[in-house]
């Protein structure tokens, strides 16, 4: 989360001092808030340079902070001094503590000049937060990826000529973003300009079967919930709120909606339906959040917060993902990134097994497909890119991931117009792997391809 912004005017917090306009210093009633940098590695290797930091939200702050920091088979933690570059607060871990299982950490963030202080995470040494250390993980190297070298699909399953389906108006370049796919194989395309759901019944690719009117334009992603309902989320912009409602597929009748408010949701806010049918909505800053239970109920937010963390997968598993690209010290930049980590956490929150994908290609991983195990193994997408402006190019890389490699890997080309904000590639019921493709000019393509 960004610092707080301040005006140019003296009626909203500033003071003058000696000619010059600065913050106000924050009342020293005001608690102290300060959050973890979402993009500190949950995943790391020996020998990683691993950079951690802190965000001050507090405005008017000089604030100090000590990071402490141990192993998972140390007894003390060894307390180190962060560097201060405005609100942010950072610290690079010595190769040394990068060791045995796991990594565990907290800071205590300061202000000299009222006394007040804060943990990071609030219990601090009792439950730190914590990086997983893969001291052994299955090395998948990619090469250098070969650009315009896809796979063909062995279906197409859906399809709709242009007409058919809502896009957007001049100037906004969207159409068709995301899709389900049903446990008899039918397949369900949001048109969300058209704010309804297009159904196919399974091997009719041709012709549309029925459509279900949703209730507002504006809905974004949307998941199957039980007894035969859907789940879809709508930001209100206007009052900066975001909503999850489920709805009747028999009937078109809301059936309930309640206001998401744990973590940070956005008008691209994704659902996903867990192993036992627990609903989650991604939240960049606090995972997979779970937000309506199996039985169709919303969660309470202490529910939300209790049970968030990494994706579950059956089994009881759970799979922590990470991009990685070493950090390039202080006023450097951090190089496109060309490896990508994944691992396999069961109940008692050991390391079952994890993977590095390696690349000579920047990679990273498919900001909207969610992975999928498909036979136990984890099914990933990542997305290869180069080149710059004109020249830029986008491709998937498709992976299962087994426990000496992957099992299978292939191309695909990136395939939808304009904005992509949800998922068009999705692990269908039946194992195989689904893609959305769209075109003003040819319409709409579902395809399917084999996971074997």
């Not at 250098?144 to 108006?169: K, L, M, N, Q, S």
């Not at 029925?210 to 039980?226: C, H, I, K, M, Q």
């Not at 529910?303 to 922590?320: F, K, S």
């Not at 590639?425 to 040819?442: E, F």
Request: proline share 8%.
């Amino acid at each position: 989360m960004n610092a707080s912004r301040f005006l140019p005017i003296l009626t909203v917090g500033l003071a003058l001092v000696t000619g010059a306009i600065v913050p106000a210093a924050t009342p020293a009633t005001t608690p102290l808030s300060a959050q973890r940098d979402a993009w500190v590695a949950h995943l790391v290797v020996p020998g990683d340079r691993l950079e951690i930091g802190y965000t001050v939200e507090t405005p008017g702050v000089a604030a100090t902070a000590t990071l402490y920091v141990r192993s998972n088979v140390q007894r003390s933690f060894r307390a180190l001094q962060m560097s201060v570059h405005g609100s942010s607060l950072r610290t690079v871990v010595p190769g040394s503590l990068i060791r045995d299982t796991e990594l565990r950490y907290y800071a205590v963030i300061r202000d000299p000049q009222t006394g007040r202080s804060v943990q990071v995470p609030a219990e601090g040494a009792r439950r730190p937060d914590s990086a997983w250390v893969l001291e052994r993980p299955v090395v998948v190297r990619l090469g250098t990826h070969i650009f315009g070298h896809t796979r063909a699909p062995e279906a197409v399953v859906a399809r709709a000529r242009p007409a058919d389906v809502g896009w957007g108006e001049p100037g906004n370049p969207t159409g068709p973003e995301t899709f389900l796919v049903g446990t008899d194989r039918s397949i369900w395309l949001h048109d969300e300009m058209n704010h309804r759901l297009v159904v196919w019944q399974a091997a009719r690719p041709n012709t549309a079967a029925r459509s279900v009117t949703l209730p507002f334009l504006n809905a974004e992603d949307v998941a199957f919930g039980p007894a035969n309902t859907l789940y879809f989320d709508r930001e209100i912009p206007s009052l900066r709120r975001f909503f999850l409602y489920r709805l009747s597929l028999a009937t078109g009748k809301v059936l309930w909606k309640t206001e998401l408010k744990t973590g940070e949701v956005g008008g691209n806010t994704a659902l996903r339906v867990g192993p036992d049918g627990t609903l989650y909505a991604l939240a960049a800053d606090l995972g997979w959040v779970p937000v309506a239970s199996p039985a169709g109920q919303p969660l309470s937010p202490a529910d939300q917060q209790r049970r968030a963390g990494y994706q579950p997968l059956t089994g009881g598993l759970r799979l922590a993902s990470d991009t990685y690209a070493p950090f390039a010290g202080e006023g450097g930049s951090h190089p496109d990134p060309r490896e990508v980590r994944f691992a396999l956490i069961d109940r008692a929150g050991r390391l079952v097994r994890a993977w590095r994908v390696v690349s000579r290609t920047a990679i990273n991983r498919s900001g909207y497909y969610t992975a999928e195990p498909v036979g136990g193994d984890p099914v990933v997408v990542l997305d290869a890119t180069a080149g710059r402006d004109r020249d830029f190019k986008w491709e998937y890389e498709v992976l299962r991931l087994g426990p000496s490699g992957a099992k299978a890997r292939f191309s695909l080309r990136h395939a939808v117009f304009g904005d992509n904000l949800f998922a068009d590639l999705r692990v269908g019921p039946d194992g195989k792997l689904y893609q959305l493709g769209s075109s003003p000019t040819t319409g709409v393509t579902i395809s399917r391809y084999s996971l074997a």
